[in-house]
T-cell receptor, first 115, second 109 residues
Framework: DTAVSQTPKYLVTQMGNDKSIKCEQN?????MYWYKQDSKKFLKIMFS???????INETVPNRFSPKSPDKAHLNLHINSLELGDSAVYFC??????????????FGSGTRLTVV | DAKTTQPNSMESNEEEPVHLPCNHS???????IHWYRQLPSQGPEYVIH???SNVNNRMASLAIAEDRKSSTLILHRATLRDAAVYYC??????????FGKGTKLSVKP
């Protein structure tokens, strides 16, 4: 069983479209995250949800909207896609209270290409 | 978030030990030292973490300086599968996992 799974693995779409990336974790964690890795391979945190509540919202365009229907799922919806949104998006999860001791578990990523 | 400094890249020969250094001179007393690695085309993977004492697990060892201003990740016998970017990250109770540039480790057969 995959601990943190993301779908789709690859996504190619045209500028201006709206798309969603889904993430599910079966680890029983209470906190989930979205990270973006750009073409320079720099990993940056975008959002963090704890028990379905947004606790971090880094400087991200409001075209990006995370949604957490329950603790096991965190989806990322992107409106009006731009070329600069092309990147690999990683979902991760952890226990908020014990993450310093147990770390984060990452998914395998979704490669988004906007053409 | 306290910052860490790592070399951009390192090379190792297969089956030899590798010592990956990390400086974190502004570490606070409650920051844990975490190491992650990212293999090509994969998500980051937890390697090891520590607070004050040296730590060992099946993947690696972590040596922490007495003043905690630096640490070293030790891979005892590098394999080709250890070629990855290794990230040293300070994680406090209120913070999040913030990645720097990491060290790209190349392993030569």
């Amino acid at each position: 069983d995959t601990a943190v799974s993301q779908t789709p693995k690859y996504l190619v779409t045209q500028m201006g479209n709206d798309k969603s990336i889904k993430c599910e974790q079966n680890l029983g964690h209470d906190t989930m995250y979205w990270y973006k890795q750009d073409s320079k391979k720099f990993l940056k945190i975008m959002f963090s949800y704890n028990n379905k509540e947004l606790i971090i919202n880094e400087t991200v365009p409001n075209r990006f909207s995370p949604k957490s229907p329950d603790k096991a799922h965190l989806n990322l919806h992107i409106n009006s896609l731009e070329l600069g949104d092309s990147a690999v998006y990683f979902c991760a999860s952890s226990h908020w209270g014990t993450r310093t001791n147990y770390g984060y578990t990452f998914g395998s990523g979704t490669r988004l290409t906007v053409v | 978030d306290a910052k860490t400094t790592q070399p951009n890249s390192m090379e190792s020969n297969e089956e030899e030990p590798v010592h990956l250094p990390c400086n974190h001179s502004t570490i606070s007393g409650t920051d844990y030292i975490h190491w992650y690695r990212q293999l090509p085309s994969q998500g980051p993977e937890y390697v090891i973490h520590g607070l004050t004492s040296n730590v060992n697990n099946r993947m690696a060892s972590l040596a922490i300086a007495e003043d905690r201003k630096s640490s070293t990740l030790i891979l005892h016998r590098a394999t080709l599968r250890d070629a990855a970017v290794y990230y040293c990250i300070l994680l406090g109770s209120q913070g999040n996992l913030i990645f720097g540039k990491g060290t790209k480790l190349s392993v030569k057969p």
